[in-house]
């Protein structure tokens, strides 16, 4: 069950027993805005440099990606080429090793 329809049910109970159906969705609405608030602040993104921190972090996180892929496609390309040398080599070993000499 979604969180919309757990709401949903709630207020269609509440609304059963004569309780105004608009003072709970407000009440709801202003728990949500006061509960987002103080995790933000636990987090340290309260403040008005928050929207730039993040920013700067999924910048940093993008950069660190490119990063990360750039160096594993190096990796592999080390890897095929150490693998065609050894092949290479070895069917020079096998096919003419006199002019390997």
Do not use: C, F, H, Y
């Not at 027993?17 to 969705?25: F, H, Q, S, Y």
């Not at 993104?45 to 999924?58: F, I, K, P, Q």
Request: proline share 1%.
């Amino acid at each position: 069950m979604s969180a919309d329809n757990v709401l949903a049910q709630l207020l269609g109970q509440a609304a059963a027993r004569g309780v105004d159906p608009a003072t709970l969705r407000a009440i709801v609405e202003e728990a949500g805005e006061v509960a987002a608030t103080r995790a933000l602040t636990r987090l340290g993104l309260a403040d008005a440099s928050a929207g730039r921190d993040l920013a700067e972090l999924r910048e940093l996180l993008g950069a660190w990606r490119a990063a990360k892929k750039s160096a594993w496609q190096a990796l592999w390309g080390w890897v095929v080429r150490v693998a065609s040398t050894v092949v290479l080599a070895g069917i020079a070993v096998r096919w003419g090793g006199e002019w390997v000499k």
